[in-house]
């Protein structure tokens, strides 16, 4: 397959930081949906997110890239270039620059259960199909919430995830993974410091 109609999955997030279980569920998820690569777009700035607390994006983007090496998973600030805060303001200028890839939304099951808070998240839907990480935890509120209710008539089986680039748009798929119980605030909280390891001297 030729790098212009690779299978493409996007994870955005802060990476605050990176750790091991963004790079499980991303492969395990990889090999569900039968995909190439993984981007992870480390955001500038989540608005749904607190800013204290946060480590400059630098610092995010490096322990990204460092926990991604030698897997087929890109650590990128490419929203910074973009000139894009919301998640649809970035697969709209992405589907634009690559025309030729196939794109796939992932997120977990926490995003679901906001995903009706998201700016544009109908579009979002319209753009791209989504594959939801389950989570132990949240599984519960995200099948509650707003936003599964309206995809319920939209959603496809786990079975049926290599076939992604088939469906119809909207498109949801909840995948069920092996969970990790990884934390980046536990990991924040054993190491308040965590982001000198990945900021370069002046």
């Given amino acids: 397959m030729t790098r212009a109609g690779r299978r493409t999955a996007l994870l955005g997030g802060s990476f605050n930081p990176a750790h091991r279980g963004h790079r499980r569920v991303t492969l395990a998820a990889m090999r569900a949906l039968a995909l190439d690569e993984a981007w992870w777009l480390v955001s500038p ?101 707003p936003a599964m209710g309206w995809f319920r008539r939209y959603r496809h089986r786990q079975d049926q995830a290599e076939t992604w680039t088939q469906w119809s748009l909207p498109a949801l798929v909840l995948l069920r993974l092996p969970p990790d119980p990884t934390s980046a605030t536990a990991i924040r909280a054993r190491d308040p410091d965590w982001a000198r390891r990945f900021t370069k001297p002046d």
């Fill in 45 to 145: 700035g989540n608005p749904l997110k607190p800013a204290a607390g946060m480590a400059p994006l630098a610092a995010r983007l490096a322990s990204a890239r460092a926990m991604a090496r030698n897997a087929p998973i890109r650590a990128t600030a490419i929203e910074t270039r973009l000139g894009t805060r919301y998640t649809a303001d970035t697969l709209r200028k992405l589907r634009a620059r690559y025309p030729h890839r196939r794109f796939v939304w992932l997120m977990g099951a926490d995003n679901l259960a906001q995903f009706h808070r998201w700016r544009g998240w109908r579009t979002i839907a319209r753009t791209v199909p989504i594959a939801v990480i389950a989570r132990p935890g949240y599984n519960g509120a995200a099948l509650a919430g």
